[in-house]
């Protein structure tokens, strides 16, 4: 791999000094790298348009953190480049460099020293009461959460057709293997090997004895409809993806959840195994924990 294509976190690296360093780095190794910044203020909200990535690029480096990759790869998906991410905050679980393994990392890549893991993502299609259908991508997660009043919402769950079960809860979250180590986990989930192929369903704050999440396959159709508990009440909640792309979802209406047609591709250069991350990130959280 030659052609490379760089996207950086404008808040991660200010002053661009690990940017202008890999690009130059990459050019005089004889290959080709374009980039694209994301605006201090727009980080939370910047999403890519793919028609920014040249049609060649070969791979994907993402300057930031996993919240960055993970933006990246849902909004390139159509476009089935590999990503790397390149930590430079806090450990994460997806980027496997960080700026002082960059330049090794790009060297390995061009070597062909890599492999590619198939990342299961979701999309969530909603049809609102005005007959418009909305249709979005995850690789983390789909959340359904109440918004405005502390009242909680009411949730019916269907899976293949058939009724699951009802949620009075703060809301509900529908992830990826990818996205168990995220608001899935928090809120009471397993966490589960990336690589692996299944949906987890987790409630938020259930007013309920079964908090428990549900594991599914991931050729499961999931359907989920917002009910309206009081007359008086104006019952809604926001689904997010990914943790933006927020809708509104009103008393009556349903959003449907399935695993993407495409994946997302994250390329892997070194040996150490999710297992291994993990336990890293637990010792990272057991020493905060002591002190």
Same mark, same amino acid.
């Given at each position: 791999?030659?052609?490379?294509?760089?996207?950086?976190?404008?808040?991660?690296d200010?002053?661009?000094?690990?940017?202008?360093?890999?690009?130059d780095?990459?050019?005089?190794k004889?290959?080709?790298?374009?980039?694209?910044i994301?605006?201090?203020?727009?980080?939370e909200?910047?999403?890519?348009?793919?028609?920014?990535?040249?049609?060649?690029?070969?791979?994907?480096?993402?300057?930031?953190?996993?919240?960055?990759?993970?933006?990246?790869?849902?909004?390139?998906?159509?476009?089935?480049?590999?990503?790397?991410?390149?930590?430079?905050?806090?450990?994460?679980?997806?980027? @496997?460099?960080?700026?002082?393994?960059? #330049? *090794? /990392?790009?060297?390995? +890549?061009?070597e062909?020293?890599? $492999? %590619?893991? =198939?990342?299961?993502?979701?999309?969530?299609?909603?049809?609102?009461?005005e007959?418009?259908?909305?249709?979005?991508?995850?690789?983390?997660?789909?959340?359904?959460?109440?918004?405005g009043?502390?009242?909680?919402?009411?949730?019916?769950?269907?899976?293949?057709?058939?009724?699951?079960?009802?949620?009075?809860?703060?809301?509900i979250?529908?992830?990826?293997?990818?996205?168990?180590?995220?608001?899935?986990?928090?809120?009471?989930?397993?966490?589960?090997?990336?690589?692996?192929?299944?949906m987890?369903?987790?409630?938020?704050?259930?007013?309920?004895?079964?908090?428990?999440?549900?594991?599914?396959?991931?050729?499961?159709?999931?359907?989920?409809?917002?009910?309206k508990?009081?007359?008086?009440? @104006?019952?809604?909640a926001?689904v997010? #993806? *990914? /943790?933006?792309?927020? +809708?509104?979802?009103?008393?009556? $209406? %349903?959003? =449907?959840?399935?695993?993407?047609?495409?994946t997302?591709?994250?390329?892997?250069?070194?040996?150490?195994?999710?297992?291994?991350?993990?336990?890293?990130?637990?010792?990272?959280?057991?020493?905060?924990?002591?002190?």
């Amino acid at each position: 791999m030659n052609k490379f294509f760089i996207i950086t976190n404008g808040f991660k690296d200010k002053e661009l000094k690990i940017t202008n360093q890999l690009t130059d780095y990459i050019i005089k190794k004889g290959a080709s790298a374009s980039r694209f910044i994301t605006s201090l203020d727009e980080i939370e909200k910047a999403s890519i348009d793919p028609k920014l990535i040249d049609i060649d690029t070969q791979v994907i480096i993402v300057l930031g953190g996993d919240g960055t990759l993970i933006r990246a790869a849902r909004d390139l998906v159509t476009l089935k480049v590999p990503l790397i991410g390149v930590n430079m905050g806090t450990l994460g679980y997806l980027c @496997e460099l960080n700026e002082h393994t960059v #330049f *090794d /990392g790009v060297d390995k +890549i061009m070597e062909g020293k890599y $492999e %590619v893991e =198939e990342r299961l993502m979701l999309q969530g299609v909603m049809k609102t009461k005005e007959d418009v259908l909305v249709g979005k991508a995850a690789l983390n997660d789909v959340v359904i959460h109440r918004v405005g009043s502390l009242q909680m919402i009411r949730m019916k769950v269907h899976v293949n057709g058939e009724y699951l079960t009802t949620y009075d809860a703060d809301g509900i979250i529908i992830s990826t293997p990818t996205g168990s180590t995220g608001y899935s986990m928090s809120a009471g989930g397993p966490i589960v090997d990336p690589k692996a192929s299944l949906m987890l369903i987790t409630p938020i704050s259930p007013h309920t004895l079964n908090t428990k999440s549900i594991v599914i396959s991931p050729d499961d159709h999931i359907t989920i409809e917002i009910v309206k508990r009081h007359m008086e009440n @104006e019952d809604a909640a926001v689904v997010s #993806f *990914d /943790g933006d792309n927020v +809708i509104t979802l009103e008393a009556g $209406e %349903v959003i =449907e959840i399935s695993k993407a047609p495409k994946t997302a591709e994250i390329l892997k250069i070194g040996k150490q195994s999710f297992l291994q991350i993990l336990q890293k990130k637990m010792q990272v959280y057991d020493e905060l924990n002591i002190t």
